[in-house]
């Protein structure tokens, strides 16, 4: 017989890894980790719920040899076995690390825990509802790398004595509806967006080592590529349907680039200490990974936005600054927070896009 898994990083399926997880819940818990993990706000990350049917109907024909290499090389798994503390890891000193980064870090660490976990439910659920064997392939596939992402992080937190229950997560943190094409839209630009900020920061501290606080950021190469070949993966599944990519649809391509790039800056301007600490100018940092990211969503959005416009750096700055106004404020001081922020939003939203033909071949491979 062979020896039971023990870390999420060897499991070859989903199913193995949260097995793995749950018996690490059961053993450690940490109330604080589970409960910010809970938390449903704007800027928080959610868990999603579909019409798991329609998206089991997706018929990829029409992408077939771009899908099928795809799937190979996730099949092949060459991360398999990295997502685990080895002699990389350097010690982490918690005790003596700045109280402010210590906490801003954590933030970081529980937040990103739960994104990763919240891809692996949303596809796991995919997967176990579906009869299409592409899709119930793929999603299994993508659930796996997800279940370790959010496992290694967790190995992180434990040495500052938390970690996000997951199993808790899964039954009773709220699922938010959204119908397959939001799915689609939000989700790859999620993975997208993704590969951009690890891949930045993996190469920011290639070059300037002395910023690497923590080790977990050497993690971020092998990293960032399996979210790479997720975004691949919803790139193929958006291209079988071109009425995704085209008409009143554009418009809603246009909401979420918004949406998902201002929620970022937001996101990260609440996390001072820790961008200072990595060396790293929270602007700077938002410019290079929404260009990056706008150069690789071309692919398959026949928009960008004009994040050189001069209204985009202007309205972010004033969103984000309401968005700080908001918090612990009420009456009318909320509500004019409110009004700020959402005519801010407003602003970002109408500048005009840049248009461009998509190629006829989607596939993209990661360069940065
Ligand atoms: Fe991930
Ligand atoms: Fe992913």
Known sequence: MNAPIKHTADATTVEEGLAIAEAQDKKFNSEMATETAMANTLLTPRFYTTDFEEMDAIDVSSVREDWDNLIDQMVRDPNKGHF???????????????????????????????????????????????????????????????????????????????????????????????????????????????????????????????????????????????????????????????????GINVYWIKFFLTAVYATMYIRDHQRPAFHKALGVDPDWYAHEVFTKTSKLTEQIYPITLDIEHPRWQRNLERLQKANVDMVGATGINKLIAQVRAGWAFVLLYTIPTKKHATPKSVRLEPVY
């Open 84 to 246: 685990k503390k080895n002699e990389d890891w350097d010690q982490v000193d918690w005790e003596g690390m700045e109280p402010e980064l210590k906490k801003e870090f954590i933030d970081f660490l529980i937040s990103s825990c739960t994104a990763e976990f919240s891809g692996c439910v949303l596809y796991k659920e995919m997967k176990r509802r579906g009869n299409n064997k592409d899709i119930t392939q793929l999603f299994q596939l993508m659930a796996r790398d997800e279940a370790r992402h959010a496992g290694f992080i967790n190995d992180a937190l434990r040495e500052a004595g938390l970690r996000v229950n997951l199993g808790f997560l899964t039954q009773k943190k709220k699922y938010t509806y959204f119908r397959p094409k939001f799915i689609y839209y939000a989700t790859y630009l999620s993975e997208k967006i993704g590969y951009a900020r690890y891949i930045t920061i993996f190469r920011h501290l290639e070059a300037n080592p002395e910023y690497r606080f923590h080790p977990i950021f050497k993690w971020f190469e092998e990293w960032c590529n399996d979210e790479f070949s997720h975004g691949e993966a919803f790139a193929l599944l958006m291209k079988t349907d071109p009425k995704l990519t085209s």
